[in-house]
């Protein structure tokens, strides 16, 4: 476990050191967006792992409904906490490419703009909530069910653009664009071969971040039991 | 009758009562935006209202004064309907000709004063085309001779 650790932390740091030189120095500027184009290389990544950091609270929060067993809170709410990081970075990220772009930071109009933001204030919520009760497993069983509903929120936000039928700022979906029943991603190679390696690299970042975090709360739970048994 | 229930109820109708408001007020506040020809179709229901028209920038019809940083364009979804929109203000990196666009302000006549212009840009990103540069550089090189 910890060999892997340290692997999944250098290869995917290295990683996506090797990933931005790769994008600043040999990937060519897009034609229409030039230079602030760069930035889906972070949005774009953090956005799947984001995705996926929730996806994994949802499975972890059912199995612990179903099994009662403190070990799969551990690792949905470890898992919550690295996609809250992520989904600050994806509208932090967001806001940044909007201004060259678009013309503004943020609207209160945008589909998926909002319905990301409510993803985001549902698993600050989530934190607040177990911050707010003692009893362990009363706080894994109401933690549970909020992060089960708050992750029925990903699948709006990807199908929010398609919802609005273009009446929208955020342009729809590049990589899984289908023209004749067919995905056909309208991205030149050039640009989508660092882009598939970001995320690659993204998603082994996430994965680090969550073992870390789930040995954390194992030694948190350690130095608990410590100074329970020394004040006792 | 239970405290338990009490709150219940309470809560029920408190939830309630939100909820009610917060859609009355969403249909009223977000309409994402409208169209040129909807606009047309009924000018006096738009009339003194703040609302967002999302369109295209027709052809031929940019003007752009550096000096007052003043812009004006037409905007059209078909090229057959248009409303001309006046904005003062800096013109964004990716406005252009054909570009689809967001304008937020106020209908004033017959011509649209906008107070906001945001540019929507495509799901396509595309770099240059060496071989199409390389032809564009070999027939600028045969016209300067």
Redesign the interface.
Known sequence: MKKLVLFLEWGSISGLLVCGLWIFLLT???????FP?KI?YLHVPSVISTYLAFFVVFVYSIIYLWKRELIFDQIAKSSAEVGLVFCSLVLVTGAIWGR?????YW?W???RLVSTLLLFLIFVGYFLLRKAINDKDKEARLAAVLGIIGCLDIPIIHKSIEW?KG???H????FL?VENEQINP???D??INPLTFSIIFMLSLYTYLLLLRYQNTKYEEKINELISKTLN | MKTRNKFFIGGTVIIGIIIAFSIQELQEKTIFFYTPAEILATPSKFENKTLRIGALVQTGSVIWNAKGIQLSFNITENGKEFIPVFFNGSKPDLFREGQGVVVEGKMNGEKFEATQLLVKHSEEYRVEDKHSKNKENYYKSIKFQ
């Open positions: 060519p500027l897009e034609i229409n967006q030039g184009q889906m060259p772009t678009w013309g503004t609207v109009w945008d589909v609005a009446r929208t700022l342009q729809p979906t590049t664009k309208s991205i030149s050039v640009l």
